[in-house]
C-alpha cells in the first residue's frame, strides 16, 4: 500500500491569485488608456481645424455668410488648384532659364542644340498646361465661393517676353523723320519772332 503524504488545506494556493480578478484589475486600466487616446485624437482634429480657419487665405464676401457643401467642396478645389499652378509656373520659370542659358552660348554642341530644343517643346507643353490650370481657376473664381480672390500669377513665353521687351524699345525710340521736323518747324518759329519787320531774312 502506498504511502500518501498529507498536505494541508489551502496549501500551493496561497501564492496564486485567481485569475478572474487579474482580469478585473487590468479592464479599468484599458478603458483609461482608450479614453485619453481618443481625447487625444478628438483634440488635434480640432486643432486641424483651427488652423485651417486661421490660414484661410481669400476672405468670404459676407461676413454673415457661410459656403454650402458645393462651395466648401469648389473652394477645397482653389486652394489645391493655386497650390498647382505655383509649381507650374516653378517648372516654366527653371525651363526659360536654361534655353535662356544654351541661347547666349556663342557656340553650341549638338548635344545642346537638341536640348534646346527639347526644352521649348517641354516649355511650350507646360504654357499649355499652364493654361489649362488658370482657366479653372478664373471659373471657381466666378463660380465657387463668394470670396475675395487674389491675382493668379501666370508665367510668361519666350515669345511674350520678346514681344514686351520690343514694345518697350519702340516706346522708348523717336522716329528720326519726326524728330527732323519738329527741329524744322522749331527753328522757323524762332526766326518768325525775332523779326520784328514781318519779312524772314534770306
Not at 554642341?109 to 511650350?124: A, G, T
Not at 510668361?156 to 525710340?173: H, K, P
Request: hydrophobic fraction near 25%.
Amino acid at each position: 500500500m502506498a504511502n500518501v503524504e498529507d498536505t494541508p488545506p489551502g496549501a500551493g494556493t496561497e501564492d496564486t491569485p485567481p485569475v478572474g480578478g487579474t482580469e478585473d484589475a487590468d479592464a479599468p486600466e484599458k478603458k483609461d488608456t482608450d479614453a485619453v487616446e481618443a481625447l487625444k485624437r478628438s483634440k488635434g482634429r480640432r486643432r486641424k481645424q483651427e488652423d485651417v480657419e486661421e490660414e484661410d487665405p481669400f476672405e468670404h464676401l459676407d461676413s454673415n455668410g457661410e459656403d454650402t457643401e458645393e462651395e466648401q467642396s469648389l473652394y477645397r478645389e482653389y486652394l489645391s488648384l493655386i497650390k498647382e499652378i505655383d509649381c507650374q509656373n516653378g517648372i516654366i520659370q527653371d525651363l526659360k532659364n536654361r534655353s535662356t542659358e544654351l541661347k547666349q552660348k556663342a557656340c553650341r554642341s549638338r548635344s545642346e542644340s537638341h536640348e534646346l530644343q527639347r526644352l521649348l517643346l517641354c516649355q511650350e507643353q507646360e504654357n499649355i498646361r499652364l493654361r489649362t490650370l488658370i482657366n479653372r481657376a478664373v471659373q471657381l473664381q466666378n463660380f465657387g465661393s463668394r470670396r475675395l480672390y487674389g491675382e493668379v500669377e501666370l508665367e510668361i513665353t519666350d515669345s511674350e517676353q520678346t514681344v514686351f521687351l520690343a514694345g518697350a524699345e519702340l516706346a522708348n525710340m523717336r522716329c528720326p523723320s519726326y524728330s527732323k521736323t519738329a527741329s524744322v518747324a522749331g527753328s522757323w518759329q524762332l526766326d518768325s519772332d525775332s523779326d520784328d519787320d514781318g519779312f524772314c531774312k534770306p
